[in-house]
């Protein structure tokens, strides 16, 4: 993918995501955005080459809290 499409598609992904686990969590945007941003799925998101930004939003969000729960990020093979 086009690095100009990459970076428009993360955001979008992201706010889905950053929703998500504001429902999920019942936390604020501010504490969904930091967790988010340290955790595993965030940084393998962010590399283009790991295909996660294919991934939906909803399956992103039980990625993210399966990490959060074993403390490892698993990525499945589609």
């Known amino acids: ?20 686990i504001m429902e999920e969590f019942r936390i604020s945007d501010d504490e969904a955005f930091e967790k988010l941003y340290n955790s595993e799925l965030y940084a393998a998101l962010e590399t283009e080459e790991t295909k996660l930004w294919t991934y939906s939003v909803t399956k992103l969000a039980e990625l993210y809290k399966k990490e959060i729960k074993t403390g490892k990020l698993e990525i499945p093979d589609y």
Request: aromatic share 4%; proline share 5%; no cysteine.
């Open 1 to 20: 993918m086009e690095k100009n499409k990459f970076a428009v598609v993360i955001p979008v992904i992201i706010g889905g995501l950053v929703n998500k």
